[in-house]
């Protein structure tokens, strides 16, 4: 049986070529005088992608096919570097209580006085840097993280505070599968390859 996810990242100078974004999913009613009633049937962003723009020669589609290879298809997830949203910044992330030791790594969107919290799982290795009301804390010494969830737990003697503010600055990955079988390679000639629609989806992990 394939493995559900491999924490390898998809390659990076061909992502960084491709197209795609988050989406949501809306049914909208339109009535005969034109007035509209909006459902929305996901509350959680689904990101989808179509790597096929950033393959530029075919040493990136060899790269490619390897991936396709490896993760058999539709069946396996991996990372996925979305070079237009792929960091936090000193993003807030909770506020002790003086009790609580765990802490989810979360990215918050917001417009006005409205916020979009979006979970953070795939952490980047060596790019996580935690706060605690503005001082830096040492990963083992102070805290512990999942890079692969995006879990914080600090140790006993270093829980935040009552009011202290936790905040991390990071990159971070998407988890992706691809969301074809096969993938669409034409031969125009000897040696002359290239490839349309490769799509990728998000996989939600909560």
């Known amino acids: 049986m394939p493995t559900p ?54 040493e ?46 979360v990215k918050k969107y917001t417009v006005s006085s409205t916020t979009y919290t979006r979970t953070i799982t795939k952490i980047v290795a060596n790019s996580l840097v935690v706060k605690v009301n503005g001082m830096t804390k040492t990963v083992i010494t102070d805290y512990t993280v999942d890079m692969n969830t995006g879990v914080i737990v600090f140790e006993s003697g ?14 971070y990955d998407v988890p992706v599968r691809f969301d074809v079988d096969q993938l669409p390679i034409s031969w125009e000639a000897f040696q002359i390859e290239s490839a349309d629609g490769i799509a990728l989806v998000e996989i939600r992990t909560s």
């Open 60 to 105: 990136d589609l060899d790269d490619v096919l390897d991936f396709f290879y490896v993760m058999r298809g539709r069946a396996t997830g991996f990372r996925f570097k979305d070079w237009g949203d792929y960091q936090i910044a000193e993003g807030n992330i909770g506020t002790g209580d003086g009790s609580e030791d765990t802490f989810q790594i």
């Open 158 to 171: 270093d829980i935040p505070a009552m009011g202290e503010e936790v905040t991390v600055t990071c990159e």
């Open 5 to 58: 996810f491999l924490e390898y990242q998809f390659p990076a100078y061909v992502s960084e070529g491709s197209r795609g974004g988050p989406g949501f999913s809306t049914t909208v009613f339109t009535s005969q005088t034109g007035f509209e009633q909006r459902n929305s049937n996901w509350s959680l962003s689904r990101a989808q992608y179509d790597v096929s723009y950033g393959i530029r020669s075919k």
